[in-house]
Structure formats: C-alpha cells, structure tokens
C-alpha cells in the first residue's frame, strides 16, 4: 500500500520473537491519545495559556497540533510532553491557509470538523489512504443540522469542504451508534451555538470531552435517563485555559501489559495508566480470563483517575465480552484477541460492528492475523470467535497492518509467545500512538526481542 503523507515515509518491516526469559520491569506507556487531542483542541478554543504535560508526541496528535496553528491558535512545544497553547476563544479560529491533513486520524478529523461547523469560516480536510476510506457522515450529518455545509467524495469520504454555520443553531441528538468521537463533534459545534446541545448515547462512550468542557469552564450536565446518557452542554461559554495533566494511554498500556500475560515467568508495571470508567473494559475482560493483574496507587490526576498496573504471567481461560462492554475497550480487540489465541476455549467477542471502520476493518484483519499465526477463529455478523488451545498458536506468518498501528502492535505482541517468530509488513504506523512500543518491549526483555524484519 502507499505511504502519502509527508511525515510518514517507507514502509518498516518488524518482527518480534519469544525472549529468553520473562518481561519485567515497571515503565511509563505514551500520553492518552484521545486527552491529547482534547488537550490541545480546547486550548485553542480558552482564553489564555493551557499548558499541557505529558502530551503523546505521536504522528496522531501532531497533526492536531498543526491544525490548531493552522487555525490560528499559537502552539508551542517546551520540552519532551510540554506544550503551551493560547487560544483563540469559542468562536475565534480563523480561516486556513491551506488544506488541513489530518494523517492517519479519524479522531482529529472528526472532531475537528465539529470545530469548524461552528466557525464561519471554509477549510477542506485529508488525510492519508486509511483516513480516506472511512466513513465521515457520521458526523457531517448531525454538524449540517448546526447550519455547517459539507461537501465530500462518494459515500461521504476524505477530503471533504467544509463551510462553517454563521450563526449556529443548538441541537438535540440521539447518536445512532455508540461512538466518543461523533459525541464529541457535536458537543465541540454545540459550543459555538447559542443555546443548549443536547446529546443523548444509548450505550456510554468515553467522556472526556465532557470532563475537559467542565475543567474549562463549560456548564455541562450529565444525566442517566430511560434513553440512556443524556448530555447537556450551554452553548457559547467563555472556556478559561486550565493545565492538563496528561495520563497514560489505557489503550497504549494494553499491549506491554498482554505481552507480560503471555511470555512465561513476566511480571511487569505499566505505571500512571488512565483507568477512566469508560476506557477500562479491557482490564475487567483479562481480569475474567483468569489474569494475575493488580492495580495500585489510584489517584486522581488532572481530572481523571489513574493507576499503577501489575500483571504476572499465567494460564488464561476463554472469555465472552458481551456487546455492552464494546464501548469501554473498542480499540483493545486485536490484542484481547490474541490473549485469547493463548487461552483455553473458545473466546467470543460480540457487537463489533464499530470495529470495521477504524483505521481498518479491525474484524477482518484481527482475524487475518491470528490465521497467519495458525490459531482457529471464525466471524458470524457482528461477533468474532477465537479457539483458544491453551498455549500460544504456532506463530511464523507475516501480518499485512493496512496501516493500522493497533494491528501491528498486537501482532508483535502474539509473537513474543508463539515458537515461530511473528512478522509484520509495516510498523510505522506505530508511531502514530506509541512511539517508543519496541524500545519499551526490548528493555522489558532485556534483549531485541523486537528487531528490524531482514528482507526475504
Ligand atoms: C476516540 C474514540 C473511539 C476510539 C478512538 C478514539 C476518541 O472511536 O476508537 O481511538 O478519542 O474519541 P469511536 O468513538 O468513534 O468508536
């Protein structure tokens, strides 16, 4: 597949092996990917200088930050995490200059649309291959009802023109699938309407975006309801920068944590993970398959709780993730998948229909990869099923990526169990959520259990 982005060059072969001996150690994971964009996003839209610590400096969140500036923002980088923005005030971003590229990241382009629904002011947004085949209507059709225009490609798709709403109109949405960023959009719209937005999920996705209205000011009420979660937020706030302590990424922490389940003799420390209620499905679901996983030091930090997590290696047993719990681990699949490649029985895990317009169809290719590998599994609609042995599968394939990091990392992951090494035909993207996953693996193994891939 082609690389088209500036900042993300030629393809990086990889392959992981099962080291010598145990993981072990305690580590610190990349900032949260989905606070990071927040972070800087509101920023821009305070009054005042944010300063943000702890920001994930992947490919991801530096497309947001440069969108910001294009937007007229002032973004600056201090140092490794640490940035400064001064922003502009609800309803004070400014035309771009240029076309906004928002990489591999449906999240920044999601929301960032909701921003620019509200401004009356014209941008076009791209992205890279992956970013163009997904689904943007999801958005573009609740943010026309604020008053924006969209014009896209067929089917709703990258890039796409977008005219902002003069004066836009508050709305009253019920989203039709359960999706953190669709909520977000509206909600980041809603702050430039004058009246209330109203949002209602049936099924809770992550609140971040709320969390990070309030810490700025925004008069944000949240009720459980009949219809499910109903979100209210008044619109045209003066939001007043406010520091952000970044945690790290639940989602990023996953893969070092899985791993150490799965090599014999690990025990590990992930430390400063964010354990939001609504990011920590994945923990309960390992906790099910009978995984030694211990969590301390819970704190508060910046608005969100955060924990120190320990897991120990041991045997794990099949697991049945009910579609409910979708939503508190949508991006944890692929390596929950290949945890229960390992474990005894067969795993089912239902409702995953979200999980095909993410950075790729996350059905298709999670079971691409445990194939390759020579685990069983089977697809039935929405639900995928994963026949454990109880033991890792045979390993030796090469797992095609199509350039979704999650696929990658997991993949390398399931080869640091399997007999045979595990390969996978681009890592780059990677650094699109967690630079910095193979160096953290090999100072867990004490060796280059995750090594260039020689060419064959
Ligand atoms: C995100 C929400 C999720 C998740 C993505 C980040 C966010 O997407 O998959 O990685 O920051 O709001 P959906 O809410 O669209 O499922």
Redo the contacts with the bound molecule.
């Keep these: 597949m082609g690389h088209d982005t500036a900042s993300i060059p030629s393809p990086r072969p990889l392959r992981s092996h099962r080291p010598s001996g145990g993981l072990s150690g305690r580590f610190a994971v990349a900032g949260d990917?989905?606070i990071s964009?927040r972070a800087l996003m509101f920023g821009a839209l305070a009054v005042g200088r944010t300063e943000i610590t702890g920001l994930l400096e992947g490919e991801d969140v530096l497309r947001t930050a440069a969108a910001m500036r294009a937007l007229g923002a002032t973004v600056e980088r201090l140092g490794e995490g640490h940035w400064i923005v001064a922003g502009r005030g609800v309803g004070g971003l400014v035309e771009p200059a240029d076309v906004l590229d928002m990489g591999n990241s449906?999240?920044a382009a999601?929301?960032i649309c909701g921003l620019l629904a509200g401004h009356p002011i014209f941008a076009v947004l791209t992205g890279d291959a992956s970013l163009r085949s997904r689904p943007m209507k999801r958005v573009m059709e609740p943010l026309a009802a604020f008053g924006a225009r969209f014009t896209g490609r067929a089917g709703g798709r990258l890039p796409l023109a977008v005219e902002g709403a003069a004066e836009p109109m508050p709305l009253d949405y019920t989203l039709p699938m359960?999706?953190?960023?669709?909520k977000?959009a509206v909600l980041l719209a809603g702050l430039c309407a004058r009246g209330t937005t109203r949002v209602v999920e049936p099924h809770a996705?992550?609140d971040?975006t709320e969390n990070m209205l309030r810490h700025f000011g925004a008069s944000v009420r949240v009720m459980v309801e009949g219809e499910g979660r109903v979100i209210e937020l008044d619109g045209q706030p003066e939001l007043t920068a406010a520091p952000i302590v970044v945690p790290g990424d639940p989602?990023s922490a996953a893969f070092p944590l899985v791993a150490a389940l799965l090599v014999p003799g690990s025990e590990l420390t992930v430390e400063n993970v964010g354990l939001n209620p609504l990011r920590t499905g994945l923990f309960t679901t390992l906790r099910e398959m009978g995984a030694h996983l211990s969590i301390g030091g819970e704190r508060i930090e910046g608005g969100e709780p955060v924990g120190d997590i320990t897991v120990r290696a041991g045997a794990l047993r099949a697991v049945d993730v009910p579609p409910s719990r979708v939503?508190s681990m949508?991006?944890e699949f692929p390596v929950l998948a290949a945890a229960a490649a390992c474990a005894a029985g067969v795993s089912r895990f239902r409702g995953l229909g979200?999980l095909r317009v993410?950075e790729s169809d996350r059905v298709a290719a999670t079971a691409a990869l445990l194939e390759a590998n020579g685990a069983t599994v089977s697809i039935e609609g929405d639900d995928l099923f994963v026949h454990g042995v109880g033991g890792p599968p045979a390993g030796g394939g090469m797992v095609v990526t199509h350039m979704d990091h999650r696929i990658a990392m997991s993949a390398l992951v399931l080869g640091l169990a399997t007999p045979q090494p595990v390969a996978v035909d681009d890592a780059s993207f990677i650094d699109t959520s967690f630079p910095g996953f193979a160096a953290l693996i090999n100072r867990a193994a004490g060796e280059e259990a995750v090594r260039d891939e020689a060419p064959r």
């Design positions: 990917k989905s964009h449906g999240t999601r929301l359960a999706s953190a960023q669709v977000s996705t992550r971040h989602s939503p949508v991006d979200e993410k």
